[in-house]
């Protein structure tokens, strides 16, 4: 990309792709670039046979005769380089094929006119150099190709114009230089053609490339907003979107789904005895242990509040959440992280409400949830923290 800035700060008619950035273009130009070559190939056949069968209707045999051999020249020499361009080949090859294949045409379409003399001798060695002119126009390749094809195209026809015993050799050498200029000025806009095309494929180069850190910027900014960015786990915002996508998207109704309520006992007392700063490595560390008690990747925990977290257990039945319950109180408690001043022991414990819901068309709904999971959480906080209380009868009325 610094290669692409570079090019595309300087003037226009000064970019040149070398290396990296010219393989990338010929990537890009070769199926456009043969289809045009193929394309090519077949109308000068299809113009030569037909010009071939007008002079057969039209001439006497006479004059059509000496036209036949060097005519049969021109279709082999297009055919085999229609099928060389059917799939890519490596520069060089590439290159002598087209270059050898519009040579032939181009002495074919020459030695037609100079076979049958006359009034065919140089009108056939300018259509030779019309059909010059049309392949460095349209063939979007390399400029040295081009100007080989110019240049090939100017040594026949001034060969044959000095050998034209109807012109003198100054004639012959006046009308190479005049058709000279013109086939100059053709290369010269062949290669502003081919400029203005690599300026193109540059500008689509960085254009993709600020499109992917945009959208690389997007998905960081995306990151951030359903991240709690001290802890490294998702947001509130973002566990309730999981959570409503959840119970939306799987319309299975014994397929269960449950929510873990947990709340660091004490925490307000912790970070009034030790700082913020030992609180803050608190949740971290409790946000950690929970995210590596969860049963695998469609388990998700998030930041609810301030020392409050959420589990979502997807496909989980009440069993199956009261396990994964008890693992993180128990992992919690045995890390021993220290909370002096807490009511149960010195260390950092943690209460766990416990919600599970099947979607059987009862009416529950993912808030029912939710605000279950918060009720199980008081109940456990009234009958003396660190233990996992499940939703009942009892926690049903702590929510009314």
């Given at each position: 990309?610094?290669?692409?800035?570079?090019?595309?700060?300087?003037?226009?008619?000064?970019?040149?792709?070398?290396?990296?950035?010219?393989?990338?273009?010929?990537?890009?130009?070769?199926?456009?670039?043969?289809?045009?070559?193929?394309?090519?190939?077949?109308?000068?056949?299809?113009?030569?046979?037909?010009?071939?069968?007008?002079?057969?209707?039209?001439?006497?045999?006479?004059?059509?005769?000496?036209?036949?051999?060097?005519?049969?020249?021109?279709?082999?020499?297009?055919?085999?380089?229609?099928?060389?361009?059917?799939?890519?080949?490596?520069?060089?090859?590439?290159?002598?094929?087209?270059?050898?294949?519009?040579?032939?045409?181009?002495?074919?379409?020459?030695?037609?006119?100079?076979?049958?003399?006359?009034?065919?001798?140089?009108?056939?060695?300018?259509?030779?150099?019309?059909?010059?002119?049309?392949?460095?126009?349209?063939?979007?390749?390399?400029?040295?190709?081009?100007?080989?094809?110019?240049?090939?195209?100017?040594?026949?026809?001034?060969?044959?114009?000095?050998?034209?015993?109807?012109?003198?050799?100054?004639?012959?050498?006046?009308?190479?230089?005049?058709?000279?200029?013109?086939?100059?000025?053709?290369?010269?806009?062949?290669?502003?053609?081919?400029?203005l095309a690599q300026k193109t494929f540059l500008l689509e180069?960085?254009?993709?490339?600020?499109?992917?850190?945009?959208?690389?910027?997007?998905?960081?900014?995306?990151?951030?907003?359903?991240?709690?960015?001290?802890?490294?786990?998702?947001?509130?915002?973002?566990?309730?979107?999981?959570?409503?996508?959840?119970?939306?998207?799987?319309?299975?109704?014994?397929?269960?789904?449950?929510?873990?309520?947990?709340?660091?006992?004490?925490?307000?007392?912790?970070?009034?005895?030790?700082?913020?700063?030992?609180?803050?490595?608190?949740?971290?560390?409790?946000?950690?242990?929970?995210?590596?008690?969860?049963?695998?990747?469609?388990?998700?925990?998030?930041?609810?509040?301030?020392?409050?977290?959420?589990?979502?257990?997807?496909?989980?039945?009440?069993?199956?959440?009261?396990?994964?319950?008890?693992?993180?109180?128990?992992?919690?408690?045995?890390?021993?992280?220290?909370?002096?001043?807490?009511?149960?022991?010195?260390?950092?414990?943690?209460?766990?409400?416990?919600?599970?819901?099947?979607?059987?068309?009862?009416?529950?709904?993912?808030?029912?949830?939710?605000?279950?999971?918060?009720?199980?959480?008081?109940?456990?906080?009234?009958?003396?923290?660190?233990?996992?209380?499940?939703?009942?009868?009892?926690?049903?009325?702590?929510?009314?």
């Amino acid at each position: 990309m610094q290669e692409v800035e570079r090019q595309l700060g300087g003037r226009t008619r000064d970019i040149h792709l070398d290396g990296e950035l010219a393989y990338l273009f010929r990537e890009r130009s070769w199926p456009q670039a043969s289809k045009i070559i193929r394309a090519w190939m077949v109308w000068v056949i299809v113009l030569d046979v037909l010009t071939l069968s007008l002079n057969a209707v039209l001439l006497s045999i006479e004059t059509v005769e000496p036209m036949l051999l060097p005519a049969s020249i021109l279709p082999p020499a297009a055919i085999v380089t229609a099928i060389a361009f059917r799939k890519p080949l490596s520069p060089w090859q590439q290159g002598a094929f087209l270059i050898s294949g519009v040579f032939l045409i181009l002495l074919s379409v020459a030695l037609v006119g100079v076979n049958t003399g006359g009034e065919f001798y140089e009108r056939h060695l300018t259509i030779m150099l019309f059909v010059a002119v049309t392949a460095i126009v349209i063939f979007p390749v390399p400029l040295s190709w081009s100007i080989t094809i110019g240049a090939y195209a100017l040594g026949i026809y001034l060969v044959f114009q000095l050998r034209n015993p109807d012109i003198g050799v100054g004639s012959a050498i006046a009308g190479t230089l005049f058709f000279t200029s013109g086939v100059a000025a053709t290369v010269v806009a062949r290669r502003t053609a081919t400029i203005l095309a690599q300026k193109t494929f540059l500008l689509e180069l960085r254009d993709r490339n600020r499109l992917a850190d945009l959208t690389d910027a997007n998905a960081r900014l995306e990151l951030l907003a359903r991240t709690d960015p001290l802890t490294g786990v998702a947001n509130r915002r973002s566990m309730m979107d999981a959570l409503q996508r959840c119970w939306n998207d799987d319309h299975s109704p014994n397929n269960g789904v449950a929510m873990l309520m947990c709340d660091i006992d004490d925490f307000k007392k912790l970070n009034d005895n030790l700082g913020h700063s030992e609180g803050d490595r608190c949740l971290v560390k409790v946000a950690g242990i929970i995210q590596s008690s969860m049963r695998d990747e469609r388990d998700q925990v998030a930041r609810y509040g301030g020392e409050e977290f959420l589990v979502l257990l997807p496909g989980a039945h009440e069993e199956a959440a009261r396990a994964v319950a008890e693992t993180i109180r128990g992992r919690v408690e045995a890390a021993s992280l220290p909370n002096p001043t807490s009511h149960v022991i010195p260390y950092i414990t943690v209460s766990i409400g416990v919600a599970t819901a099947t979607r059987d068309g009862a009416g529950a709904s993912a808030e029912d949830l939710q605000r279950q999971a918060d009720a199980a959480l008081y109940l456990a906080k009234k009958r003396g923290r660190n233990c996992v209380v499940s939703y009942g009868a009892e926690a049903e009325q702590a929510l009314k």
